[in-house]
Nanobody
């Protein structure tokens, strides 16, 4: 069974940076588009970013463009999310997710989720 394990979250001041990682085990994610989803305290799930299986196309929620960068290393079976210029509203649990398709599409089901890594941005 595929398992996704996030790491890299923590506490950071406004304007700081963090790099989140998502390591996959129990199978290869190299054939699948992946994405990051977050959930702020007391709020619903919010899609953040996605990347196709090859790493050649990336997608971002409008408010994340220019601040967040998604990438992947298929040789390491790992997904990344670089968070820069962090704001207090970026405080959330960040989840790594896997799709069952090669190319990202907003209608594609997310068929595997990690347990999440918490990012706390303090002023």
């Amino acid at each position: 069974e595929m398992q996704l394990i996030e790491s890299g979250g923590g506490w950071v001041e406004v304007g700081g940076s963090l790099r989140l990682s998502c390591s996959a085990s129990g199978g290869s994610v190299s054939d699948y588009a992946m994405s990051w989803v977050r959930q702020a305290p007391g709020k619903g799930l919010e899609w953040v970013s996605a990347i196709n299986a090859f790493g050649s196309s990336t997608y971002y929620a409008d408010s994340k463009k220019g601040r967040f960068t998604i990438s992947r290393d298929n040789a390491k079976n790992t997904l990344y999310l670089q968070l820069n210029s962090l704001k207090t509203e970026d405080t959330a649990m960040y989840y790594c997710t896997k799709t069952d398709t090669t190319y990202w599409d907003f209608s594609t089901a997310l068929d595997a989720w990690g347990q999440g890594t918490l990012v706390t941005v303090s002023s």
